[in-house]
Nanobody, 126 residues
Framework: QLQLVESGGGLVQPGGSLKLSCAAS????????VAWFRQAPGKGREGVAC????????YYSDSAKGRFTISRDHARNTVYLQMNSLKPEDTAVYYC???????????????????WGQGTQVTVSW
């Protein structure tokens, strides 16, 4: 059974950093597109970053470019989201999602990923 478990969220001051983890089971992250999404209170879901399966290409939203980095560890079967220079507007529940479709990363922010984790809360505040 395919499962995604996020961790690493928490409270951080503006300008700080956090590294989120998405531990996968039931599939190999090297064969799937894996993305990070977020949803702030009262707002819609927003695609943040995506890493493709075979070629490990990475894609970012405009708000994430230059501050966030998505990566993966094959040995741990885990995808990470390193977030630097955090801002209060980054406050949200962060979810990871996975899908075997190799075309999803190209339009990941609007794609319908097949599997989702439960989310981890990130709060950026003084």
């Amino acid at each position: 059974q395919l499962q995604l478990v996020e961790s690493g969220g928490g409270l951080v001051q503006p300008g700080g950093s956090l590294k989120l983890s998405c531990a996968a089971s039931g599939f190999t992250v090297a064969s799937y597109a894996v993305a990070w999404f977020r949803q702030a209170p009262g707002k819609g879901r927003e695609g943040v970053a995506c890493i493709s399966g075979e070629y490990e290409n990475t894609y970012y939203s405009d708000s994430a470019k230059g501050r966030f980095t998505i990566s993966r560890d094959h040995a741990r079967n885990t995808v990470y989201l390193q977030m630097n220079s955090l801002k209060p507007e980054d406050t949200a529940v962060y979810y990871c999602a996975a899908d075997p479709d190799p075309l999803l990363p190209l339009q990941f922010a609007h794609a319908n990923f097949g599997s989702w984790g439960q989310g981890t809360q990130v709060t950026v505040s003084w």
